[in-house]
């Protein structure tokens, strides 16, 4: 009985300990939640213990595999992750650096004992990666290289399949259909544009733009263009003036085309002799003297290259020079056209030449020459007169330049002694008078009397001896005479 006595207590013991040991954790504080977030970006999966046993630890699950042990991550294709432990709070937060695509699943904290069997399971955390497109997309596309007009244009604007899915939107200025985002046979996602080609699309750029819901901030696009449309050639025919009877007349074959002209061909109808006109550069057409059977004549001009050919046709109207003699008048500030009638001609041309003959007389007697000699001579008076008051302007300057000189060289003789009066009289300001030789005033000066002994003395402050002078030689010394005060 002992012994079964001591077996069942050792049971019991040992049931209580592992109990006790097993059922320490008390349950989670904080459990992580779902998350969502870009490429790229910074994730944060929160997860705080309470009451933890010391033979317990935490561990994190993604997907149902362990990476991390208490705080620290156990499996190298994980660097990017980091564990925030803080034993004393109990908390074990994951954060997720640069999330990566292959890091969208589940994630559950976990706490184990030390036979590495699961205590308990916090909830499980949806992790969603919103994936961005690849650097490279969207990629623009089109079936052919080059269209000819009236064929059918399909524009491809292609991006990676992601989720979410990108936004595409085509930018076009022409009439046009857009498709809807599809996924293409090559697993990605691509939105077409279509249109019927037209000559007016050659060089049309058309610019595909890509947004992501992911990341507002991105914007991207991909252009196609420009466009090459081939169309046969669009011709024209243009007279550079008006087809007189007896002169010269032009006409030039422009003309638009896609690929380049390849020929010009000048045709009439009816047919005129090759002698009568002369073509430059197979472009234009230059009738050296135009004759009245020309009158009523097409001139065809038409133009060929690798897609087709095109014309033009112009028909000439021949015009006499009598015909654009005609009278204007001016009514309100309208000219108007009075056309001359037949029987009227010769008497009118009979008139015109008498007129232009007068006219030629007066001409001749009128005084053109002398208004052009009147000009000229006038144009010289004028360059004359400036030249002399230019140098009568230089003369008159320099009379002050040649005065100043004249003073400053001679009144005063710098490094020597300074003759004194042997009189003195009283302080007064003055000018003195103008010079005799130039008829200008001399500068404003200061005369002070003093007294000074008959004989020679010794300046002290600048050892100059200061003799007297009388003042006639003072103002001797000036170069004009004392007098003229």
Known sequence: MLGIGTTVGTWVFFHMFMLQRTYSFSGFIKEPLDENQAEGDLTYFTCIVRELDETQYVSWLHNGRKISKNGEIIINTYAHYSIEFDSAFGSYNLRIQNVQ??????????????????????????????????????????????????????????????????????????????????ESSTGNYEKSYSFIAKQSDNRAIFTCELTTSANPSIERNCTIGALDVL??????????????????????????????????????????????????????????????????????????????????????????????????????????????????????????????SNQQLLQTRSPNNKNNSSTDISISLVVIIALVCIVLILGLAMIPVGYMRYTRSDTINRGRPVSIPDVYFEPRDHIDPMLPQLGLPAPWMRTVGVQVPGECESDATYNTQVMPQPRQVYYTQRMYPASSL
């Open 101 to 182: 695509r292959r890091d969208t699943g589940r994630y559950t904290c976990t706490v184990y004992d030390s036979n590495d069997q699961i205590v308990e399971k916090s909830r499980t955390a949806n992790f969603t990666v919103l994936e961005i497109p690849q650097q490279q997309y969207p990629i623009c596309s089109s079936t052919k290289t080059s269209y000819r007009v009236g064929q059918y244009v399909v524009l491809n604007c292609i991006s990676e399949k992601t989720t979410p899915p990108a936004l595409l939107r085509w930018v076009h200025n022409i009439g046009g259909s857009e498709s809807g985002l599809k």
């Open 231 to 356: 169309y046969p050639p669009i011709v024209r025919i243009q007279q550079t003036r008006d087809v007189i009877l007896g002169n010269e007349a032009i006409f030039i074959c422009y003309s638009d085309a896609n690929p380049q002209e390849t020929t010009f061909e000048w045709s009439f109808d009816p047919p005129i002799s090759e002698n009568i006109f002369v073509l430059e550069n197979d472009i234009i057409l230059r009738i050296k003297n135009t004759i009245s059977s020309l009158n009523g004549t097409s001139v065809i001009c038409k133009v060929t290259n690798s897609i087709g050919s095109g014309s033009s046709k112009l028909i000439v109207n021949v015009k006499l020079k009598e015909s654009i003699n005609n009278v204007v008048e001016t009514n309100n500030g309208k000219e108007t056209k009075k056309s001359e009638k037949p029987n009227e001609r010769n008497k009118n041309k009979s008139n015109n030449q008498n007129y232009n």
